[in-house]
C-alpha cells in the first residue's frame, strides 16, 4: 500500500488493523465515564423546604429539651436555699411547715439573731480563721511546688511519691498524733491548731501547682538567672505571678473547707466560751441550746437565719473569684 504522507511514519488512519487492536484495550479499560455506556453518578439531591424545616424542628427541640433539663437541675439544687430563706422569716411555730412563702412573714428575726447569738463573733472567728489558713496553704504550697517543678536533686521523685502518698491516708488516721502534738505545744482552746497545720502546705495543692509549673518554658527561668535573679526571685517575680489563676483556686478551696470545718473546731476549740466558736460549731451549739430536750424553746428561726448570714461570703468569694476560677480550669486542662 502506497503511503498517503511520503516521508512521515505511518499513522493509525493509514494502518488498518490499529483500530482492531485499540479494541480489545478499550474492552479492557471499560467505558469512559459520563459516556451512554456509564453515566457519571447522580448528585446528591439538594434539601428542600420540607427537609429545612424538619431539620430546624429538631434543632429547636434540642434546645427546648435542653433548657428544660437545665431549668429542672437549677430549681432541685436551689430548693433548699429557698427552703432556708423561707424559714428564716417564718415564726418559731411555722419554721417546718415545708411552705415557701410564710404565711406570716417575720422580718424581725434578723434582728433578734444578734441579741440572741454571738453570730458577729462566730463570723469574725471564721473569717480570721479562713483567710490565715487559706493565705498560707496558698503562699506555702505554690513555693514546694515550684521547688519540686524547676529544681532537680537526687531523690526528687521518691519524695514526690512519698508527698503524693500521704493523701491516701484517711484524716482519722492522724487525728490523735495531731492532737497530741498540740496538746504538747499547748494551744488548745486557740485558732493556732485550724491554721498552723497549713505552714507545711497540702499535698494536692502541692501537686496542683506543680502541674502549672511544669507547663511554663524552662529558658524564661534560666533566662532570667542569666540576669542575676536569685531562686527566690524566679518564684516570687516570675513563677506565682503567671501561676496566679491556679493560687486563686487553691485559696477558694481552701477558704471554703476553712469556712466549713467541723471536726477541727469541735476538738480543738469545744471548751470555753462560746463567744470563741466557729460558724459551725456556733450553728451545732444553738440547735442543742434551743433543742426542747436541753430546756429549750424551739427558737429554730434563729438558727435559720444564722445558717443564711454564713453563706453570704463564700457567695461573695465566689462571686469575684468566679473568672479566676474558670480560667484556671481550663487552663489546667489544656495543659494536663
Known sequence: MTNANP?????????????????????ARGPVPGTPDRPAAPRPPV?????????????????????VLLTGFALAFMYPFAWLLAASLKPR?????????????????YADVWNQLPLLSWVFNSVFIALAAATIVTLTSSAIAFGFAY????????????????????????????????????????TVPLWGGT????????????????????DLFEAARIDGCSFFGLFRRIAF??????????????FQASWNNFAGPLIYLNFGDPHGYTVPLGIA????????????????QFVMVASLL??????????????????????GSLKG
Do not use: C
Request: avoid cysteine; aromatic fraction near 14%.
Open 93 to 109: 411555730g411555722e419554721v417546718f411547715d415545708n411552705r415557701l412563702i410564710p404565711l406570716t412573714p417575720t422580718p424581725q428575726n
Open 241 to 254: 505571678p503567671l501561676a496566679l489563676p491556679s493560687a486563686i483556686i487553691v485559696f477558694i478551696f481552701e
Open 285 to 300: 451549739y444553738a440547735m442543742t441550746m434551743y433543742s426542747p430536750t436541753a430546756g429549750g424553746h424551739g427558737d429554730y
Open 47 to 67: 434539601p428542600g423546604p420540607v427537609a429545612d424545616r424538619r431539620s430546624r424542628t429538631l434543632r429547636r427541640l434540642g434546645q427546648t429539651l435542653r433548657w
Open 199 to 218: 505552714l507545711f502546705g497540702s499535698a494536692f495543692y502541692i501537686f496542683l501547682m506543680r502541674q502549672f509549673y511544669l507547663s511554663l518554658p524552662r
Open 7 to 27: 516521508g512521515l511514519e505511518p499513522t493509525a488512519a493509514d494502518d488498518p488493523s490499529s483500530s482492531a487492536a485499540a479494541a480489545p484495550l478499550v474492552a
Open 310 to 331: 454564713v453563706t453570704l461570703p463564700m457567695m461573695v468569694i465566689f462571686a469575684f473569684g468566679q473568672r479566676y476560677f474558670i480560667e484556671g480550669i481550663a487552663a
Open 151 to 190: 529544681f532537680r536533686f537526687p531523690g526528687k521523685n521518691v519524695l514526690f511519691s512519698v508527698l503524693l502518698g500521704t493523701m491516701m491516708l484517711p484524716g482519722a488516721v492522724t487525728l490523735i498524733p495531731n492532737y497530741l502534738i498540740w496538746k504538747t505545744l499547748g494551744w488548745l482552746g486557740t
